[in-house]
């Protein structure tokens, strides 16, 4: 049985249909890269995967997340099951993280709930182990610095580290990635893309990569679904989408991608 | 200079306080007993003469600055209570319920503060302290509620937020931890503003006769009852005008020094 399964999922605000009908599924441990223009529909999908879809926007169809249904599920049964499944990580560092905590007390609050999921219970000297723990995990060099840290005393790469790790923290099967590289400059961007590789690979996990920037989805997803107008027009294997689109739209987004990095590099 | 308005604020506040404290404990005359001449002028015996009834003038004024407060604070809290509470939770609700909820606050934003305490007087069956806080503090819970129902909703959008409850955090704790943290600075300097007209709407309350009923001598009876005499004896208008100017005021300066302080805007800005 696949982690998540989902099939003919329909978005709509009122009456306008946003996304029409999608569906693909995910194994675990698999990489899936969900590629198309703003404005696809791509992070609706991904907010309705973990029932998290702004007032007033109503999925219909079937997402089922380790078997279980999420689409018109109440509020209340929902919240556990996103714990223990799946966790996000966005696009915008800035809006991370909350700008009045501490990072420390931030990031101790998932762990904490974690532990009580498993029936553990945490110390303080253990929480603050296991925190310093998970930031190193994603690279971050002076964790004793960062946990007593505001969110505005740390640069956006750091905090979108702390992001990933508190969404890892959580131990989930399944991580959704809102263009987690989008708002970074291209250095730190390779450095985090690496990170998520290393740590998913690590921790068996699965991935659901949405992007528009096709490079980035190609490194890191094996599989892509291309999405256009609330529609996916192409699925398959990444390096075989890639090599040879069956669709248009996607050849039409491959060649503007290679325009775009032809023209960089003449102008250099 | 922003310093300035948070000092000059706590002083003139601070001094309304004082004064109001004392009159628990002490005041140059009993504010109720006619000991005096009929609206005799400012001597050595009563520094503000007496006012019509005999009654010592400044003992009243100084009584008043206890009920302006306490009618101020009451209301403030009342308003902060129920308006913060029911903004909170309308910025959670349904949509169709945070909509109903929405047009009722602008429905009653639309009526004048005023107008709505004087509605919930006329409702109850006789004036009173009480009754005076009810009426404001009911008035104020609706712009309060609005802006807690605003500011929630835009906390409620930030990423953080998505994050947190998708890794399981349960709407109780994520009030407490996210909600309540980021919304309180801007709501505590919007009902310190409130504060303000609270004590301002109470003396127009007694002005009209339907705020804490006789002997409680609040500022705006105060006025009142001087009117007919303002020529004999100006001074029964000028002092409760220039305290109720000196509490209101004071009041104003420190809520613009509490928003300079507490902005999280400029804080948060990088």
Redesign the interface.
Same mark, same amino acid.
């Given at each position: 049985m696949s982690l998540l399964e989902v099939r003919d999922l329909k978005i709509r605000a009122g009456a306008r249909r946003l996304v029409h009908g999608v569906g693909f599924s995910l194994g675990a441990g698999e990489r899936l890269g969900l590629v198309g223009e703003s404005g696809s529909g791509k992070s609706l999908i991904a907010?309705s995967l @973990?029932g =998290?879809l #702004?007032? *007033?926007l109503r999925a219909e169809g079937s997402v089922k997340l380790d078997g279980r249904e999420v689409v018109g599920r109440p509020?209340r049964d929902l919240?556990?099951l996103? *714990?223990?499944l #799946? /966790? @996000? @990580?966005?696009?915008?560092p800035r !809006? #991370? =993280?909350?700008? =009045?905590?501490r990072i420390g007390a931030?990031m101790a #609050?998932?762990i904490r +709930?974690r532990a009580r +999921?498993e029936g553990l219970s945490l110390d303080a000297r253990a929480l603050k182990a296991e925190m310093i723990a998970a930031l190193e995990r994603v690279a971050i060099s002076e964790p004793e610095r960062i946990l007593a840290a505001f969110p505005?005393e740390v640069s956006g790469g750091q905090r979108q580290r702390v !992001?990933i790790a508190? /969404?890892l923290s959580?131990r989930?099967r399944l991580l959704?990635a809102d263009e987690p590289t989008t708002a970074l400059d291209v250095a730190t961007q390779a450095e985090i893309l690496d990170l998520l590789d290393r740590r998913i690979r690590e921790e068996g996990l699965a991935l659901l990569f949405i992007s528009h920037d096709l490079p980035v989805v190609a490194r890191i997803a094996d599989r892509v679904v291309v999405m256009r107008r609330g529609e996916a027009v192409e699925e398959g294997p990444t390096a075989r989408v890639f090599a040879r689109p069956e669709h248009d739209y996607t050849r039409g987004l491959i060649a503007a991608a290679r325009r775009l990095e032809q023209a960089l590099e003449g102008g250099s | 200079m922003k310093r300035l308005t948070l000092r000059l604020g706590l002083l003139l506040v601070g001094f309304n306080l004082a004064v109001g404290l004392l009159t628990f404990f002490w005041t140059p005359h009993d504010p109720g007993a006619m000991i005096g001449g009929r609206l005799s002028p400012p001597s050595w015996t009563h520094w503000a003469g007496t006012d019509r009834l005999g009654r010592d003038f400044l003992s009243q004024v100084m009584v008043g600055a206890r009920i302006a407060l306490l009618v101020g604070a009451g209301a403030t809290l009342l308003g902060g209570a129920v308006g913060i509470s029911l903004g909170v939770l309308a910025a959670y609700a349904r949509r169709g319920l945070d909509d109903a909820f929405a047009a009722a606050l602008d429905i009653l934003i639309a009526f004048p503060t005023l107008l709505l305490a004087m509605l919930v007087v006329a409702a109850s069956e006789t004036a009173s302290l009480g009754t005076a806080i009810l009426a404001i503090g009911l008035a104020m819970s609706a712009i309060i509620a609005r802006l807690a129902r605003i500011l929630t909703k835009r906390v409620l959008a930030q990423d953080y937020v998505t994050a947190a409850r998708c890794s399981g955090l349960s709407w109780a704790r994520l009030t407490r931890t996210h909600v309540l943290p980021n919304i309180l600075p801007t709501l505590a300097v919007a009902l310190a503003a409130q504060f303000g007209l609270a004590v301002i709407a109470e003396a127009s309350l007694s002005y009209l006769g339907l705020g804490a009923p006789p002997p409680n001598a609040s500022w705006g009876t105060l006025l009142q009852q001087a009117q007919s005499t303002v020529h004999r004896a100006p001074i029964g208008v000028i002092l409760p005008g220039l305290a109720l100017v000196s509490l209101v005021l004071g009041i104003n300066f420190l809520a613009d020094g509490l928003r300079d302080l507490l902005d999280p805007e400029r804080e948060g800005a990088e």
């Open positions: 907010m @973990v =998290l #702004a007032p *007033g509020e919240t556990p996103r *714990g223990s #799946a /966790a @996000v @990580v966005f696009q915008d !809006a #991370a =993280l909350d700008p =009045l905590m931030q #609050a998932p +709930r +999921r505005h !992001a508190m /969404a959580c989930p959704i | -």
